[in-house]
């Protein structure tokens, strides 16, 4: 499994318009229903479970990066997306920083296993500095998308 795969990179958002993590979590929705990922009337739905999914622990894992994700019946194919905050986002991280970056994964609710190996993946390249801080900087599609890239030739060695 590529990361490029499922990252959505017309959905990757360079510069966060949202100041809360609630927010954030609807802007990147909405941007992968804006990018054809989800169907529009979903989103409100989607964000609701993500949302709470939140609630029950924080995905600020520290290090300026949280991953929120969550298995939804109406995700019809795996999807997920880059999102960047100069200002940084308290998402109550374990290391109670803000958070800079944002990886968004959506997946069906049918399987599990599939969601589970994308997120070892995407935790696998964000355990690396260089990784974040290239992320953090990032500021266009085009530099996320070419991150992700570089990310999945260097698994392939």
Known sequence: MKLIDFFVIDACIPELKATDRNGVIREMIESLAAAGAIAAEDTEA????????ENHGSTGFGKGVAVPHVKHPSVKKMA???ARST???????LDRAPVYTVVMLLSNDQDPDKHLAAM????????RDNFRRFLRQAETQDAMRDLIVEADEMQEN
């Open 46 to 53: 989607v964000a609701r479970a993500c949302i709470a999914r």
């Open 80 to 82: 997920a997306s880059i």
């Open 87 to 93: 200002v940084g986002i308290d998402f109550a991280a």
């Open 120 to 127: 070892e993946r995407i935790f696998r390249h964000l355990q």
